[in-house]
């Protein structure tokens, strides 16, 4: 045991302090961050240009002030005359101008105006808002509130763990979605990098002298225990960058407040990422063993891409019956649980017992693939410069 | 004499090609042992199945008393004759990481590197990588990687190549040092004066089968002729039953009839006068010029006293 620790700290960190790994790590940092200061430099200008008066005619007086909000970013100005606004829109002092119909009592038809760019959505929404307020100034308050407010759903979920809102309920998917793409990317980058190290080994005959030193398994276990760290170290990192990110970013943007963060969910996340990591950098460990170069293994490591990916293809279907046979069979399969899990997630509950028993399966799994990589390697580890057939690895493994 | 490492009817092929077709030998405790032969006869092959590395086809290949275990590895060195160290890590790094794998602890690993680092003149070179090595570097480093966990067995295949003559020579000497200490060695090399330097005992083993085998002394005089060589001052005299072998350089060889001793034409020469002796030995020939004959030859097997 001594030796694989030994093996498994000597791999990570190789692997973390190599400047591919740190830049790799950083990139998405990066972005967040670029990102980030992107949303906040448009959010600013959007806030600014949305900022200001609005002037209208309302030639038959169908307006009160008085419904005006003290706090919103708009102002009401009631003009004379269509040309007094469109001089207002001229010369800067309002953003927007609305004309009210003569019949607007009957008709409540109002026309807009502006000056070169039509204002937001929002901007439409506060003299909407406005008009409304004034037009039902005689009804109660409470009344006044229900027609004014849009009407508001909650959603439950059968067993009752899951109540959200209409944004709760699109805000959910944030989370899962966007930490599936990091586990897919560190699973894959990770992945490359022991089939790589296991290639590289092979050829220039370090292996010939660790393997005089250690058993093939533990060499094997060492090796994807230490890649394992290493994919922990990304998602870790970059999870955190995200939940900091999200925390700060909810502040300007009120739709990332309903974005579920919750910390039973992320630790299991966390561990059936790593038991997937472990699970591939095995079966990547043991491709290595069987090639010469990266090519070669690329091309055989395809289909377990593929299937780890899987669940991406059928996204719709997660999101129609996430517990229907497709997504459970899914999240039961080792290659693609994780990912399959997290979008199920996002959909809806996951029963429990599910949850254990893709855990379960997804670590015997590793077991399995440890103990297969380690045969493979046995087969494949001295034949430098020569391709393995899947005849030959069958026979050693019979053998 | 107990031995540290039997080979015995080893048979391997890959595919069509046979690389081992019948090698056995043995090799005893505290002695220097030669792997010998030509490129492709099937030495690496043969310490591979010793290291169980491969699995034989046939025959058996045990070492330390028996088939080779995990427990047995951190009592043997291995250094392959292509080198195997990891090139982007820092040379002393890389030494105490194979010495850890090997159950070194770390610091004591790390004394013993330093040692070795100041007898190879490479105390300097200690924090650079491997890869930023000089070839010469690289081996003394592989070396010593094979000599930190102070084995029992240690098995080098070219333990020379890359090395000048002064690290060939600091090289031998570690190694004859690690033999007093009670190592087993067993040596591939194509060099075969090192051969007659350093081995007790040899085998030598061509397309696949082992074609000589036994001491290095006693496989030199089974395949020496009836002659001697002679550096001396003056004319030789024509003698009885012997016939001039020619010159090379300011030594003579002088071939004797069967039955003649060197021992007489000693005293007969020691008696010419005029005639300086100044060198007289039994012509043996070298390892070089039997290994050309063995292998140059149809390499039928022969067999010195063992």
Same mark, same amino acid.
């Given at each position: 045991?001594?030796?694989?620790?030994?093996?498994?700290?000597?791999?990570?960190?190789?692997?973390?302090?190599?400047?591919?790994?740190?830049?790799?790590?950083?990139?998405?940092?990066?972005?967040?961050?670029?990102?980030?200061?992107?949303?906040?430099?448009?959010? %600013?200008?959007? +806030?600014?240009? +949305?900022?200001?008066?609005?002037?209208?005619?309302?030639?038959?007086?169908?307006?009160?002030?008085?419904?005006?909000?003290?706090?919103?970013?708009? %102002?009401?100005?009631? *003009?004379?005359?269509?040309?007094?606004?469109?001089?207002?829109?001229?010369?800067?002092?309002?953003?927007?101008?609305?004309?009210?119909? @003569?019949?607007?009592?009957?008709?409540?038809?109002?026309?807009?105006?502006?000056?070169?760019?039509?204002?937001?959505? +929002?901007?439409?929404?506060?003299?909407?808002?406005?008009?409304?307020?004034?037009?039902?100034?005689?009804?109660?308050?409470?009344?006044?509130?229900?027609?004014?407010?849009?009407? =508001?759903?909650?959603?439950?979920?059968?067993?009752?763990?899951?109540?959200?809102?209409?944004?709760?309920?699109?805000?959910?998917?944030?989370?899962?979605?966007?930490?599936?793409?990091?586990?897919?990317?560190?699973?894959?980058?990770?992945?490359?990098?022991?089939?790589?190290?296991?290639?590289?080994?092979?050829?220039?005959?370090?292996?010939?002298?660790?393997?005089?030193?250690?058993?093939?398994?533990?060499?094997?276990?060492?090796?994807?225990?230490?890649?394992?760290?290493?994919?922990?170290?990304?998602?870790?990192?970059?999870?955190?960058?995200?939940?900091?990110?999200?925390?700060?970013?909810?502040?300007?943007?009120?739709?990332?407040?309903? *974005?579920?963060?919750?910390?039973?969910?992320?630790? *299991?996340?966390?561990?059936?990422?790593?038991?997937?990591?472990?699970?591939?950098?095995?079966?990547?460990?043991?491709?290595?063993?069987?090639? %010469?170069?990266?090519?070669?293994?690329?091309?055989?490591?395809? @289909?377990?891409?593929?299937?780890?990916?899987?669940?991406?293809?059928?996204? @719709?279907?997660?999101?129609?019956?996430?517990?229907?046979?497709?997504?459970?069979?899914?999240?039961?399969?080792?290659?693609?649980?994780?990912?399959?899990?997290?979008?199920?997630?996002?959909?809806?509950?996951?029963?429990?017992?599910?949850?254990?028993?893709?855990?379960?399966?997804?670590?015997? =799994?590793?077991?399995?693939?440890?103990?297969?990589? =380690?045969?493979?390697?046995?087969?494949?580890?001295?034949?430098?410069?020569?391709? *393995?057939?899947?005849? %030959?690895?069958?026979?050693?493994?019979?053998? | 004499? $107990?031995?540290?490492?039997?080979?015995?009817?080893?048979?391997?092929?890959?595919?069509?090609?046979?690389?081992?077709?019948?090698?056995?030998?043995?090799?005893?405790?505290?002695?220097?042992?030669?792997?010998?032969?030509?490129?492709?006869?099937?030495?690496?092959?043969?310490?591979?199945?010793?290291?169980?590395?491969?699995?034989?086809?046939?025959?058996?290949?045990?070492?330390?008393?028996?088939?080779?275990?995990?427990?047995?590895?951190?009592?043997?060195?291995?250094?392959?004759?292509?080198?195997?160290?990891? /090139? $982007?890590?820092?040379? !002393?790094?890389?030494?105490?990481?194979?010495?850890?794998?090997?159950?070194?602890?770390?610091?004591?690993?790390?004394?013993?590197?330093?040692?070795?680092?100041?007898?190879?003149?490479?105390? !300097?070179?200690?924090?650079?990588?491997?890869?930023?090595?000089?070839?010469?570097?690289?081996?003394?480093? #592989?070396?010593?990687?094979?000599?930190?966990?102070?084995?029992?067995?240690?098995?080098?295949?070219?333990?020379?190549?890359?090395? $000048?003559?002064?690290?060939?020579?600091?090289?031998?000497?570690?190694?004859?040092? !690690?033999?007093?200490?009670?190592?087993?060695?067993?040596?591939?090399?194509?060099?075969?004066? #090192?051969?007659?330097?350093?081995?007790?005992?040899?085998?030598?083993?061509?397309?696949?089968?082992?074609?000589?085998?036994?001491?290095?002394? !006693?496989?030199?005089?089974?395949?020496?002729?009836?002659?001697? /060589?002679?550096?001396?001052?003056?004319?030789?005299?024509?003698?009885?039953?012997?016939? $001039?072998?020619?010159?090379?350089?300011?030594?003579?060889?002088?071939?004797?009839?069967?039955?003649?001793?060197?021992?007489?034409?000693?005293?007969?020469?020691?008696?010419?006068?005029?005639?300086?002796?100044?060198?007289?030995?039994?012509?043996?020939?070298?390892?070089?010029?039997?290994?050309?004959?063995?292998?140059?030859?149809?390499?039928?097997?022969?067999?010195?006293?063992?």
């Amino acid at each position: 045991m001594r030796q694989i620790l030994r093996m498994a700290l000597h791999e990570y960190t190789r692997h973390v302090l190599r400047r591919r790994f740190v830049i790799a790590l950083l990139m998405p940092l990066f972005m967040i961050v670029f990102i980030s200061a992107i949303l906040t430099v448009i959010i %600013t200008l959007v +806030d600014q240009s +949305d900022r200001g008066a609005i002037a209208y005619v309302d030639p038959v007086g169908a307006l009160s002030q008085a419904s005006a909000p003290a706090d919103a970013l708009n %102002t009401f100005v009631r *003009v004379g005359s269509i040309d007094e606004a469109r001089a207002m829109l001229r010369d800067g002092t309002a953003i927007a101008a609305y004309a009210l119909a @003569p019949d607007f009592g009957a008709t409540r038809s109002a026309e807009l105006i502006f000056w070169e760019r039509r204002p937001s959505r +929002d901007v439409e929404r506060a003299f909407e808002r406005f008009a409304a307020t004034s037009l039902l100034a005689d009804q109660p308050p409470e009344i006044r509130q229900r027609i004014i407010e849009a009407p =508001s759903f909650t959603f439950e979920s059968s067993d009752g763990t899951r109540v959200t809102d209409e944004i709760g309920l699109i805000a959910g998917f944030v989370i899962p979605i966007v930490l599936g793409i990091l586990f897919i990317v560190a699973l894959f980058s990770g992945a490359q990098y022991l089939m790589q190290a296991v290639i590289e080994e092979k050829e220039n005959r370090t292996m010939e002298v660790i393997v005089t030193s250690i058993s093939p398994l533990q060499l094997m276990s060492g090796k994807v225990l230490g890649l394992a760290g290493v994919g922990l170290t990304q998602v870790v990192t970059w999870t955190s960058a995200l939940l900091i990110a999200l925390s700060l970013a909810s502040q300007r943007l009120p739709f990332l407040k309903a *974005v579920r963060v919750e910390p039973g969910f992320i630790a *299991v996340a966390l561990l059936m990422f790593v038991l997937e990591y472990l699970l591939f950098a095995a079966l990547m460990g043991a491709i290595g063993s069987l090639v %010469t170069s990266a090519k070669d293994g690329q091309n055989l490591s395809g @289909p377990l891409v593929l299937l780890a990916m899987t669940p991406e293809f059928f996204i @719709p279907v997660f999101f129609i019956a996430p517990n229907g046979p497709i997504a459970v069979g899914l999240s039961l399969f080792p290659l693609s649980a994780p990912l399959a899990l997290l979008l199920r997630y996002a959909a809806a509950p996951v029963p429990i017992w599910q949850v254990l028993l893709a855990m379960a399966l997804l670590a015997a =799994s590793v077991v399995g693939a440890l103990w297969l990589a =380690s045969r493979v390697f046995r087969i494949g580890m001295l034949e430098y410069g020569r391709r *393995v057939s899947l005849k %030959t690895v069958w026979e050693g493994l019979r053998g | 004499m $107990d031995s540290v490492i039997s080979v015995s009817g080893l048979r391997k092929s890959f595919g069509a090609a046979e690389a081992v077709k019948d090698v056995s030998f043995e090799v005893h405790k505290g002695e220097i042992f030669g792997l010998l032969g030509p490129n492709g006869a099937g030495k690496t092959t043969t310490i591979r199945i010793i290291l169980d590395l491969f699995k034989p086809d046939a025959g058996h290949a045990h070492i330390l008393g028996g088939p080779m275990t995990e427990a047995k590895k951190p009592r043997i060195g291995y250094l392959p004759e292509e080198r195997g160290l990891y /090139r $982007d890590l820092k040379l !002393e790094d890389c030494l105490v990481y194979l010495a850890e794998l090997k159950g070194v602890p770390r610091d004591v690993a790390r004394k013993r590197a330093l040692a070795y680092f100041e007898r190879f003149d490479l105390v !300097e070179h200690r924090r650079k990588k491997v890869n930023d090595l000089s070839k010469g570097m690289q081996q003394k480093a #592989q070396l010593i990687a094979t000599l930190l966990h102070q084995p029992d067995v240690l098995i080098i295949d070219e333990p020379f190549s890359g090395l $000048d003559p002064v690290n060939t020579r600091l090289a031998q000497e570690l190694l004859i040092e !690690e033999r007093r200490r009670g190592t087993t060695l067993i040596m591939s090399t194509h060099q075969m004066h #090192q051969v007659e330097e350093m081995c007790d005992r040899i085998v030598l083993i061509h397309q696949g089968r082992s074609v000589l085998y036994g001491g290095v002394d !006693e496989i030199r005089r089974s395949h020496a002729e009836n002659a001697v /060589r002679l550096v001396a001052r003056g004319d030789i005299p024509a003698l009885p039953g012997v016939t $001039d072998g020619g010159l090379k350089g300011n030594t003579r060889t002088l071939r004797l009839a069967p039955g003649l001793s060197p021992q007489t034409v000693l005293q007969q020469l020691a008696g010419t006068p005029g005639l300086l002796i100044e060198s007289f030995e039994l012509a043996l020939p070298t390892m070089d010029d039997i290994f050309v004959s063995v292998v140059g030859g149809n390499g039928s097997t022969a067999r010195a006293a063992d």
